[in-house]
């Protein structure tokens, strides 16, 4: 015998439901129990702290300080592994005689994070904020640990993949994606300094922004661990952090789902949908990676992996629009405004820029100038330092100006887009005009890349932060994934053909013999080391010294494809900015809820 009722709040647009499960004992009595299930999103925020008219301050005490800034040093943790397999790729692929596939070192990452996010905010109600920061805490440490430890393509693949599973449960990225455990201080926070708020987690990653001058003085001086002092490094800091997360996060539960039952909320994730999605993008990637590339873009192998990748993308689509009965984006979080909306698409975009600097600045450096390892070290650190700078004053600016957050961005927008364009016109000859246009690329890219998710978390309702929080993260990586994959084809399709052309060009011109052109090159390009004990015909240093400076040229010109391509991107973000509405009336004193 079963029994639901329904009851409707007056002051909330969340609807209850009680059912009675019957459990007939051995006496044939009848054991009711009632459980409370959850069916809608509390739109008026009538769980929060402290209200919209509030003082909006916060009781701060020892423990919940320190839970903060282990949450932030979380943020951190979830981050460096990304930085430091992103500037070791070289030396990966060289120290694990990987040739081919070595993008998706970073693609796995990201794509994990994509795949995972969307149900961030369904395992939090169903295990509580702490555990979900704990479990994630230990997945990075175990997927450090495999990076570090990894001999063969699967187990780096596989560590970097679990690695990103932290950054899920955390909230965004890099010198950008402020993760979704910083949420949880978010929201413990007024709205009004929730930017403030997010500018001092961001400052947490500045002692990683050296993050290449670290690459090459490991890789270079140390030859028994070399490039593998990255993860180690990640492994320890993270288990401090996990350590320290264990002695003071004790946070309260969010009330999208307090007092609802497991299987209520375990219904409501949408599996279909996530299965869509990971399938399709994963595919989707695969042929932008391999078209031109491994394999032609007639072929039936890309042709194949794409078309099936976009079927399942467009199938996601009317699922989640028409028959998806708890939709992956939950509509409340575009109900009434259109702020969400438009400021996801800025993020998307700002992803897809973000990536090309994150990965294809280090190729620059090494291979563009000369690859003297200190040198390459301090030319990524203006753009490093300068991408956490712009994410630290851009969020601050969004809480001194709340009535122009629409102009701060949209001036984040224009730097990233203007300068990371103006990178086409880098040769081996303006390495300087190259850092400068690179340091004011990553500026506005940290001001776009976190500023533009906070706007959404400025404007969402308290019950799905966490969701929303974990959405923004999600279509970030995405756009950096697909951004990614665009630029990488881009860019080795071009080298591939200008590589051999240029080194014998620049040979040729020095005075190398053509009869000795193509034995010299293939041997230059695959083995240079070589050229010292295998005698052919004309080769003096001078030779060799022309055919470094054809490869630096070679780099420069196909990684200039890469620059102007962020330019339609970046086009796409500065529209989007112009039709941001004023956030203005969102920005009050109201606290969700308290941190411990």
């Not at 994730?269 to 491994?294: C, E, K, N, P």
Request: aromatic share 12%; with cysteine.
């Amino acid at each position: 015998m079963a029994e639901t009722r329904r009851v409707d709040y007056a002051n909330e647009k969340q609807e209850v439901s009680y059912a009675e499960n019957a459990h007939e004992p051995a006496d044939s009595s009848l054991d009711l129990q009632k459980e409370m299930t959850l069916q809608g999103v509390d739109m008026k925020n009538t769980h929060a702290v402290k209200g919209d008219d509030s003082d909006g301050k916060i009781i701060w005490s020892v423990r919940s300080i320190f839970a903060a800034i282990f949450l932030a040093a979380l943020y951190t943790g979830s981050q460096i592994i990304l930085y430091f397999t992103g500037g070791s790729l070289a030396f990966i692929a060289a120290d694990n005689n990987i040739t081919t596939g070595i993008a998706w070192l970073p693609t796995a990452n990201i794509l994990a994070i994509a795949a995972a996010c969307p149900y961030a905010g369904y395992l939090q109600d169903l295990f509580g904020k702490r555990y979900i920061a704990l479990f994630g805490s230990f997945c990075i440490c175990v997927g450090c640990a495999l990076v570090g430890s990894g001999r063969s393509y699967a187990q780096l693949v596989a560590g970097t993949s679990l690695s990103s599973l932290e950054a899920t449960y955390s909230d965004s990225d890099r010198h950008g994606h402020f993760r979704y455990r910083c949420c949880h201080w978010r929201i413990d926070w007024s709205r009004w300094y929730r930017g403030y708020s997010l500018a001092l987690v961001t400052a947490f990653v500045i002692p990683f922004c050296p993050y290449l001058i670290y690459v090459e003085m490991w890789s270079h001086h140390d030859t028994t661990v070399g490039w593998r002092w990255g993860p180690w490094v990640s492994l320890m800091f993270n288990g401090i952090v996990g350590i320290g997360l264990a002695f003071t996060y004790f946070p309260h539960n969010q009330t999208r789902a307090e007092g609802f039952s497991r299987m209520a909320i375990l219904k409501r994730i949408d599996y279909i949908g996530g299965l869509l999605s990971i399938t399709g993008l994963t595919l989707f990637l695969v042929s932008l990676q391999a078209g031109g590339y491994s394999h032609p873009w007639k072929s039936s192998y890309v042709l194949g992996t794409l078309l099936s990748g976009l079927a399942l993308i467009a199938g996601w689509i009317v699922w989640e629009a028409r028959f998806a009965r708890h939709p992956m984006i939950p509509r409340e979080l575009f109900k009434g405004q259109r702020i969400v909306g438009l400021a996801y698409v800025v993020a998307f975009t700002a992803g897809m820029n973000f990536f090309s600097i994150l990965n294809f600045f280090p190729i620059t450096f090494t291979s563009v100038y000369d690859p003297v390892p200190i040198r390459i070290g301090l030319r990524g650190l203006g753009p490093g330092l300068c991408t956490a700078v712009g994410a630290i004053v851009f969020n601050a600016a969004l809480s001194k100006f709340p009535y122009h957050t629409r102009e701060v961005l949209l001036l984040a927008v224009v730097l990233m887009t203007t300068f990371a364009g103006a990178l086409g016109a880098s040769t081996p000859e303006n390495e300087s005009m190259t850092l400068a246009f690179g340091s004011i690329a990553g500026f506005g890219v940290g001001g776009v890349l976190v500023p533009a998710a906070t706007i959404a978390m400025l404007v969402c309702p308290d019950a799905i932060i966490t969701t929303a929080a974990a959405l923004s993260l999600s279509i970030r990586t995405v756009g950096g994934t697909i951004g990614y994959s665009i630029y990488y084809n881009i860019f080795i399709t071009r080298l591939t053909k200008k590589l051999p052309l240029y080194t014998a060009e620049y040979a040729v011109k020095a005075g190398l013999p053509l009869s000795s052109e193509e034995s010299f090159v293939g041997l230059f390009l695959i083995e240079p080391a070589k050229l010292a004990t295998t005698p052919i015909p004309g080769v003096t240093p001078a030779i060799v010294a022309a055919a470094t400076r054809g490869t630096q040229w070679a780099y420069s010109e196909s990684l200039k494809y890469v620059w102007l391509t962020s330019i339609a991107f970046g086009s796409v973000a500065v529209i989007c900015t112009i039709l941001l509405p004023s956030t203005a009336k969102y920005q009050t004193n109201r606290v969700a809820v308290q941190i411990s």
